[in-house]
């Protein structure tokens, strides 16, 4: 029986339900794998569609590293996606924030633990910045590749789509196209969620997200050097890492799923676990 992350019979390990009854929310929790443990907790938050895809195998590494460090490690999915309760179509940018200040709350309540540490992928970078800045206690938070401007997003995932589409229709010749943005690169994105996405600007945060920043990525980033300059007007100690290794986001269909980024994931390790240092 799948339990919530702060049973009756304590802290639970492995797969749980988590969040109001109406709309749970599925996770998975890794425990601290060594004797002593850390003061602190981990919320990764997934990407969406393909990217979710393309770096589930990562996340699990990612939080299989940060548990033998001694961290406890929570990751989840969104409300309509995964195994949480919910249908992607009534989706929205702002109920995922609100699920990540749910898993917050969570894991804080369930390990007692007040510093609590967020780390996401594209778009999940971004809805963990804004999260963060909901929750205004976070002490640090990592944006990995984090998607800046939405409407720059939405438009990738357009061009993707329409690539992977051609090089199918290429190869069955009966193919046409349809008629409607729906779904993209076999996920669905609702008029309402694209809309919602589009207006994204990641670099017009009023409240500062963390403490601590850490914005990684493979290539310099002319977005991610506007948004830590404008992290740091708020207030917050900001990083900016180049750390290269492969590429697990904005692929399309066919493309390697089971690729892991190792350097990159060590230096979130690494960057959590080194206390006071951006």
Known sequence: MIQTLAGSKGTVEGPLYFGPAAARL????????????????????????????????????????????????????????GDSAGDIGDASRQQWIEDIVAAVDEVRGAVGHSSVSLVGLRLGATLAAMAASACRDVDRLVLWEPVV??????A???????????????????????????ELLGYRFSETLRNDLQ?????????????????????????HARLAQRLEGLGASVGVRRVA?????????????????????QAIV???GSPGRA
């Open 245 to 265: 290794g492969p590429q697990i986001w904005s692929t399309i269909p066919g493309m390697d799923q089971g690729l892991v980024p190792n350097r990159v994931l």
């Open 199 to 223: 207006r994204v600007d990641l670099s017009s945060l009023a409240v500062r997200p963390a403490r601590h920043v850490l914005i990684i990525g493979q290539h310099d980033d002319a977005e």
């Open 149 to 154: 401007k939405g409407d720059e997003y939405v």
């Open 26 to 81: 599925f996770g998975i929790h890794d425990a601290p794998q060594t004797d002593e443990g850390r003061e602190g907790s981990v919320v990764l938050c997934y990407p969406h569609g393909r990217d979710y895809v393309s770096a589930f195998r990562a996340y699990r590494t990612l939080a299989l590293r940060l548990a033998r460090a001694g961290f406890h490690v929570l990751r989840f999915d969104y409300r309509g996606t």
């Open 156 to 182: 990738t995932l357009r061009a993707r789509h329409r690539e992977w589409f051609q090089a199918v229709a290429r190869r069955l010749a009966r193919m046409r196209p349809l008629a409607t943005e729906d």
């Open 270 to 272: 690494d960057w959590l």
